[in-house]
């Protein structure tokens, strides 16, 4: 039986897709979100889950995935400013 959680990071998106043995580790939290995605996108069409779970864990990944790009770009106009 499946257990589905309130889904509010990425880590509990992940705790989502171990339960369908996939496991996402690629080294950069951003290459890890896209990838999860994916794989997310994979059991939502082989029927795996629910269109109200896909949407929630998906509307969850498009967060964090501006917030990653979001830091990212701050990150390098912090760079240029004291360089």
Do not use: C, P
Request: charged share 30%.
């Amino acid at each position: 039986m499946l257990k589905v959680k309130l889904m509010r990071t990425l880590y509990d998106v992940q705790q989502l897709l171990k339960q369908f043995g996939v496991y996402v580790h690629l080294g950069k939290r951003l290459w890890d979100i896209e990838l999860t995605s994916i794989e997310l996108r994979h059991i939502y069409d082989a029927g795996l889950i629910d269109g109200k779970v896909y949407r929630d864990a998906k509307l969850v990944l498009v967060r964090e995935h501006r917030l990653e790009t979001n830091e990212a770009f701050n990150h390098n106009l912090l760079e240029e400013k004291f360089k």
